[in-house]
């Protein structure tokens, strides 16, 4: 069973920049399309960022020219380079395949934007 890791999250000022990362074990990740999602109090959770096989990322509008998705197959890590952040961003982040999450959801890591 793959399981999934995420690290990375904390308080950062609005403006500023996190990368989270997400360590995969138990699995080869790298035959399947994965992405970052998150989910913030009250809200579903949604798709923040995916990237292929092939390395093509895909962004959700409000994470295009702010947020960078990059994977390290090689690693078995998924990375999201998060800059420009803003109060809305404030979420929990978790990584899974996509554009469909199919694994056991990991605990995520908080990612918390002061204004």
């Known amino acids: 069973q793959v399981q999934l890791v995420e690290s990375g999250g904390g308080l950062v000022r609005a403006g500023g920049s996190l990368r989270l990362s997400c360590v995969t074990s138990g699995g080869d990740v790298a035959i399947t399309g994965m992405g970052w999602y998150r989910q913030a109090p009250g809200k579903l959770r949604e798709l923040v960022a995916r990237?292929?096989?092939?390395?093509?990322?895909y962004y959700s509008d409000f994470a295009e020219g702010r947020f960078t998705i990059s994977r390290d197959n090689a690693r078995n890590t998924l990375y999201l380079q998060m800059d420009s952040l803003k109060s809305e961003d404030a979420a929990a982040y978790y990584c899974n395949t996509a554009p469909r999450p199919s694994y056991v959801w990991g605990r995520g890591t908080q990612v918390t934007v002061s204004s």
């Open positions: 990237v292929t096989t092939g390395g093509s990322p």
